[in-house]
């Protein structure tokens, strides 16, 4: 157990509607980092926060959006879904975004557009 | 130049033989390697890591070899066992900047065979 959670662990949806997942990171750390895992494209990074700013970004689609919390967690905001946004989301957390800072992956959410 | 290549895709060795996995980046920029064990159903988990002003690095039966010139690592698995069997991820990461924004190979899938 990384003791970072995530919920839901699955969701469905179909087509066209919004869904928002939730990560909460380990205790005493202020970095969140959201991932996206599919089949084809394998573990890409999508946004970074860093005690509720916005630190880089990756491959974020437009109709997807982030934040941080002031209590830390951070809610991935997926919206007008397609078929091809069904993949599993990782939140990872680490104390800091500094050199070597190890980064703790949750358990995952996967998600299935219909 | 953010692209790392992870090879081989798939491994199957015997139980007590190694495992050796090689990734190659092209960001010279980047200073931080880790890698990262998936089990079926979970989150990536950091093995085993290793900056840039290291070459080679050791964790009991895990090891990570870093040539910089080159910019290729390595992980190297000794002594296999069943429970070794999983997805394996290289990641390279750019620090600089003040983000922490790791960028995985295709994964590795390794199965020990008992």
């Known amino acids: 157990d990384s003791g970072v959670t995530q919920t839901p662990k699955h969701l469905i949806t179909a087509t066209g509607q919004r869904v928002t997942l939730r990560c909460s990171p380990r205790s005493g750390d202020l970095s969140v980092y959201w991932y996206q895992q599919s089949l084809d494209q394998g573990l890409q990074f999508l946004i970074q926060y860093y005690n509720g700013e916005e630190r880089a970004k990756g491959n974020i689609l437009e109709r997807f959006s982030a934040q941080q919390f002031p209590d830390l967690h951070s809610e991935l905001n997926l919206s007008s879904l397609e078929l091809g946004d069904s993949a599993l989301y990782f939140c990872?957390?680490?104390?800091?975004?500094?050199?070597?800072?190890?980064?703790?992956f949750g358990p995952g959410t996967r998600l299935l557009v219909l | 130049g953010e692209n790392v290549e992870q090879h081989p895709s798939t491994l199957s060795v015997q139980e007590g033989d190694s495992a050796v996995i090689k990734c190659t980046y092209s960001d010279s920029a980047s200073n931080y390697f880790p890698w990262y064990k998936q089990e079926l159903g979970k989150g990536p988990q950091l093995i085993i890591d290793?900056?840039?002003?290291?070459g080679e690095k050791k964790d009991q039966r895990i090891a990570v070899t870093l040539n910089k010139t080159a910019k290729h690592f390595s992980l190297h698995i000794t002594e296999t066992q069943p429970e070794d069997s999983a997805v394996y991820f290289c990641a390279h990461g750019d620090f600089s900047g003040g983000y922490n924004k790791l960028i995985f190979g295709a994964g590795t899938r390794l199965a020990v065979h008992p």
């Open positions: 290793i900056r840039s002003n290291v």
């Open positions: 990872a957390s680490s104390v800091e975004p500094s050199v070597g800072e190890t980064q703790y």
